[in-house]
T-cell receptor
Framework: AQSVAQPEDQVNVAEGNPLTVKCTYS??????LFWYVQYPNRGLQFLLK??????LVKGSYGFEAEFNKSQTSFHLKKPSALVSDSALYFC????????????FGSGTRLQVQP | GAVVSQHPSRVICKSGTSVKIECRSL??????MFWYRQFPKKSLMLMAT?????????EQGVEKDKFLINHASLTLSTLTVTSAHPEDSSFYIC????????????FGPGTRLTVL
């Protein structure tokens, strides 16, 4: 079975500071990893994904994530946070060739203070 | 990027009635669509996988007769909540995956269902 853990319910960061939202995964085989963002009462917006290749993935809105196979992690990062980045962030995983649906983490609320 | 729409965005209904939610892929063909349910401050829980032209695959614990899913075309899937009860109140989100190209799922904006 595949699973995703987001150990922090909430992350608080000051505007202009770097941010990190943590994600670890557990799968059998090589994972496909995703980050999505959700604003209040909205659906999920795709940020970035790792399928293969370079471990550092760059995505939308200045976000990036690093795939670390030895630590089974895929942390989301941004060098300089904006107040508008405040939202709910979900990490997700699926295994190629397996079930097509994504397995989501529990979500991390990012609060960027002005 | 690819766009997925949902209709309605918000619905309030009386207990015992049925509600239909539509999920459309607007600019791509989606042979596979997924229906998720999200409780307040909780993650998304997969309800079912919908494949065009075939029966949906439901997750364990999801009642097939209560949550009817139809994937009639490559751009439309519907979820009907039958005989709705207050405990069915939730945020329902669909996603669509284009068969070709990337592995990315595109999500609809969600439908807020409130059953009185």
């Amino acid at each position: 079975a595949q699973s995703v853990a987001q150990p922090e319910d909430q992350v608080n960061v000051a505007e202009g500071n770097p941010l990190t939202v943590k994600c670890t995964y557990s799968v059998s085989g090589n994972p496909y990893l995703f980050w999505y963002v959700q604003y209040p009462n909205r659906g999920l917006q795709f940020l970035l994904k790792y399928i293969t290749g370079d471990n550092l993935v760059k995505g939308s809105y200045g976000f990036e994530a690093e795939f670390n196979k030895s630590q089974t992690s895929f942390h989301l990062k941004k060098p300089s946070a904006l107040v508008s980045d405040s939202a709910l962030y979900f990490c997700a995983v699926r295994v190629p060739g397996g079930r097509r649906a994504l397995t989501f983490g529990s979500g991390t609320r990012l609060q960027v203070q002005p | 990027g690819a766009v997925v729409s949902q209709h309605p965005s918000r619905v309030i209904c009386k207990s015992g009635t049925s509600v239909k939610i539509e999920c459309r892929s607007l600019d791509f063909q989606a042979t596979t669509m997924f229906w998720y349910r999200q409780f307040p401050k909780k993650s998304l829980m997969l309800m079912a996988t919908s494949n065009e032209g075939s029966k949906a695959t439901y997750e364990q614990g999801v009642e097939k007769d209560k949550f009817l899913i139809n994937h009639a075309s490559l751009t439309l899937s519907t979820l009907t909540v039958t005989s709705a009860h207050p405990e069915d109140s939730s945020f329902y989100i669909c996603s669509a995956k284009a068969e070709r190209g990337t592995d990315t799922q595109y999500f609809g904006p969600g439908t807020r269902l409130t059953v009185l």
